[in-house]
């Protein structure tokens, strides 16, 4: 802190803020104090004198903005006054003393108002007088500053510099400093082209709100463009800088060059694919008008964004855009063009077409081919099989088993997806041949279905011939493997069944021989098994009464009860005597009345 000093020794020179009556009185003060709104201030003021200083008089005073000095404090070796009635009355505090040569000034709860000039007036017994004086300056650090872009969008071809955007940073003291930037750089004025205008509002705190506008011409450049505002505030003893936060102000400029683009489907074009041409240019403008023109029908849309659905051959090509801004000025019309092919595969044609024939044992021969923009693979099928690779179909020797469709596939290999298909019906012509082999066949049953496969071209005719004579001509029913006919046998007897498929070119037969079961047999043996089940029962019949089974004698009373003793009795005879010896269950011979 500079330290001024007023002396009556040194004649002649006046130092800032400190003034002395060529008295011998010495006073020091700083020449500023600064403090924050709110906080306390402390001024000191250091004096001598060459008289001693054990009896002098302090006086504290302020000075107005008139230029006018006020009292505020009084002091001397027996007195301390606080002046009444002025801003400091009940703010002030006096410390240190007299004896001491410093007497400290405190202020409590500074407000803006005490930004004054404080002075200290001593004086000595001898009238030796002088001063210092100290400025007291206040602070308030602002809030943070905020910034706002402007919302529309601007063009480069306005004749007027543009509103940009506004600063504004409130409550600070003394004023803050508002700065523009771009891109890191500061922004000055510039006639014509840049202009900043800046407000101050004096708030009725007194603090001062301070709001900025950046007005300006845009260029192309500027869409990039970062801007944002640097304030620049005070505080005791420093200085501080804050800035915003970054905008970006919307630039319209013209189209100087445009680009069109297949933007699906990526890679190769086929028919039947949605195709989407994307037109694109490197100005921005809501005014812009965008037209694609397709050169060989010479058909226009008006749009950026061309969508055109299942695409033919006719639809390739070379499609221009071309961009208009009435808003803006061109010297000529900016352009681009890309070319389109749309590839194609068309229908496969087989030769000879849908439905062959071919002798058996002979030959097949067929082609198949599709017109394509690009290479094609072919593949023949039969019955989902791949058979023959290549455009041509060649089986040698074809049999029955050579009869079916045939499907003939030709892709494209580049592109997935891209096919066509026909397909062949191939019939072997040849006498008939039947699938079953002659059989012999037993029943029981009144009647007999029989089946009779057979395969041939043309369509064979099929009868059934009975051994009785009889001749039956059926309709065939057509199979996947030939045909098929079914002959109903009625049975009485043995009967022999021909089954006759013939064609133009030859037949082929098969013989069922059908025997009869006879029911008369049957019938006999369940007769003669009953007859000998009643033999059977009488001859046991006979024994049972004859006492030859059962344990008993044919004179054994059947309704007479068991003895008591449950006696067993046998009946023996002897081979001479034929004499019935009777024995009970003890061996004791029985008395005959218990024969």
């Not at 463009?225 to 905008?247: K, L, N």
């Not at 001859?539 to 006696?567: A, E």
């Not at 004499?579 to 061996?587: D, H, R």
Request: with cysteine.
């Amino acid at each position: 802190m500079a330290l001024r000093v007023v002396s009556s020794l040194l004649v002649g020179l006046l130092l800032l803020h400190t003034w002395g009556a060529w008295a011998d009185v010495q006073v020091n003060m700083e020449d500023k104090v600064e403090v924050v709104l709110g906080e306390t201030a402390q001024i000191t003021c250091m004096f001598t004198s060459d008289d001693g200083i054990g009896a002098m008089i302090i006086q504290w005073f302020y000075v107005t903005r008139s230029s006018e000095k006020v009292r505020i404090y009084y002091q001397d070796t027996t007195t301390n006054i606080v002046d009444r009635g002025t801003p400091f009355t009940d703010r002030i505090s006096m410390n240190g003393s007299i004896a001491a040569g410093e007497m400290v000034l405190t202020i409590r709860n500074v407000v803006l108002e005490d930004e004054l000039e404080i002075i200290c007036l001593v004086k000595s017994l001898t009238d030796g007088t002088a001063e210092g004086r100290t400025k007291l300056r206040v602070f308030e650090a602002p809030n943070l500053p905020t910034i706002e872009a402007v919302q529309t969008g601007l063009s480069v071809s306005d004749e007027e510099p543009s509103k940009i955007g506004t600063c504004e940073v409130k409550n600070g003291y003394p004023k803050p400093n508002v700065t523009w930037y771009r891109n890191n750089t500061p922004l000055r004025s510039i006639a014509a082209e840049l202009s900043v205008v800046s407000s101050t509002t004096t708030e009725s705190s007194g603090l001062y709100s301070v709001k900025s506008q950046l007005n300006m011409k845009v260029v192309k450049e500027d869409k990039d463009a970062e801007f944002y505002c640097e304030v620049t505030y005070f505080v005791p003893g420093a200085t501080r800088m804050t800035e915003t936060s970054r905008i970006n102000v919307t630039v319209y400029y013209p189209h100087d060059a445009v680009n069109i683009w297949v933007e699906s489907p990526v890679g190769k074009i086929k028919e039947g694919d949605k195709l989407k041409v994307h037109c694109e240019g490197n100005g921005n403008s809501p005014s812009s008008v965008f037209t694609i023109t397709h050169a060989n029908s010479g058909s226009s849309w008006d749009t950026n964004m061309l969508e055109l659905f299942n695409v033919s051959r006719l639809n390739k090509g070379v499609y221009e855009c071309e961009s208009f801004d009435p808003e803006f000025i061109v010297d000529s019309p900016v352009t681009h063009n890309t070319s389109v092919f749309v590839h194609y595969l068309d229908a496969a044609v087989v030769k000879p077409e849908e439905t062959m024939q071919v002798q058996q044992g002979e030959q097949l021969q067929a082609t198949c081919n599709a017109l394509s923009s690009l290479q094609t693979n072919t593949v023949w099928f039969k019955d989902g099989e791949g058979v023959s690779n290549g455009h041509s179909l060649i089986i040698n020797n074809v049999t029955f088993d050579t009869s079916g469709i045939y499907e003939c596939v030709v892709t494209v290999p580049e592109i997935d997806g891209m096919s066509t298909s026909s397909t062949l019906n191939v019939n072997v012509a040849g006498p008939p041949q039947i699938m079953e082999k002659d059989s012999d066949i037993e029943t029981s049953d009144k009647s007999v279905q029989l089946e009779c496969h057979a395969r041939g071209y043309p369509a064979p005719e099929m009868e059934w011939t009975t051994s009785d004579g009889k001749v039956t001509k059926t309709t065939p029913t057509e199979t996947e493997g030939g045909f098929h006919s079914v002959f109903t046998v009625q049975v009485s007897s043995n009967i022999t069944a021909v089954c006759q498929a013939s064609n133009k070119y030859g037949s082929d037969a098969v013989t069922f021989n059908i025997k009869a079961k006879s029911n008369g047999v049957i019938i006999a043996v369940i007769i003669i098994c009953i007859l000998l089940l009643a033999i059977l029962g009488a001859v046991l019949y006979f024994l049972y009464k004859k006492g030859k089974i059962c344990g008993r004698s044919g004179k054994q009373d059947l309704t007479k009860g068991k003895s008591s003793k449950d006696n067993i009795v046998v009946e023996m005879k002897s081979d001479n005597t034929e004499e019935a010896i009777l024995l009970g269950v003890n061996g004791e011979k029985q008395p005959p009345n218990d024969q």
